[in-house]
């Protein structure tokens, strides 16, 4: 969706150049977020009736349990609705985030699992007829997220075929096969120190979903 992609190509400029408000967590991250994508969205309304919703932590009930979301209550970061004008439905997104800034003992592993589980229950939003596309958005300033040649047991870098995950105490499989294309960007800082930021935004749609043969469930 123009929409998003144009908003995460804003925020990630915006990290870069250091002209935005202090990333230190998810939360703030969704907020910073979630304003640029207000602004965006509303550029895009083109006809007097066209309208565009933002909602933070949207709740949806899924059909089959994951491994975020046993009870099958889910929160969705950010859903968006856009209502253009002659249309008979509303065109629905939702978008899971990841912040993972570079620290010491960082279980790094355990984080890759949470983005599969993002992504296991953004399938789920789709198969429900909550969204109609999804995306998982990943920002970390730790490059070996983006390594294609990491030793961790769960390997979600630059080019390589992603289709679930395990690690010794959890397994999360994923409907879809997707391939995450980072991007890297570097910033001079005080005394000639190079700050690298990651970011990933991989799409999840109904054939990546439906890739297995199975079928939407209509609710």
Not at 75 to 90: F, M, S, T, W
Not at 117 to 130: A, K, R
Request: net charge negative; hydrophobic share 30%.
């Amino acid at each position: 969706m123009e929409i998003v992609e144009r908003s995460c190509e804003i925020f990630q400029a915006k990290i870069v150049n250091n002209n935005i408000g202090e990333i230190s967590n998810e939360a703030s991250m969704q907020l910073q977020l979630g304003i640029i994508l207000q602004q965006v969205g509303s550029l895009y309304k083109w006809g007097k009736n066209d309208r565009f919703d933002l909602i933070l932590e949207k709740t949806f009930g899924i059909s089959e349990a994951t491994n975020k979301t046993p009870n099958k209550k889910a929160r969705c970061d950010i859903y968006i609705e856009v209502h253009a004008e002659g249309e008979d439905k509303p065109y629905k997104v939702g978008i899971e985030l990841k912040y993972f800034p570079k620290c010491e003992g960082e279980a790094t592993t355990d984080n890759r699992i949470a983005i599969l589980e993002d992504i296991q229950n953004i399938e789920q939003y789709i198969v429900n007829n909550h969204i109609d596309l999804g995306y998982s958005y990943v920002y970390t300033t730790n490059e070996n997220y983006a390594r294609s040649d990491t030793r961790s047991s769960i390997n979600l870098g630059d080019g390589v075929e992603v289709h679930g995950g395990k690690c010794k105490s959890e397994t999360v499989n994923l409907k879809g096969t997707y391939v995450p294309q980072w991007r890297e960007y570097s910033t001079i800082e005080e005394k000639s120190d190079i700050k690298k930021s990651f970011f990933l935004l991989l799409q999840v749609n109904e054939n990546d979903v439906c890739s297995s043969g199975q079928n939407i469930i209509i609710k």
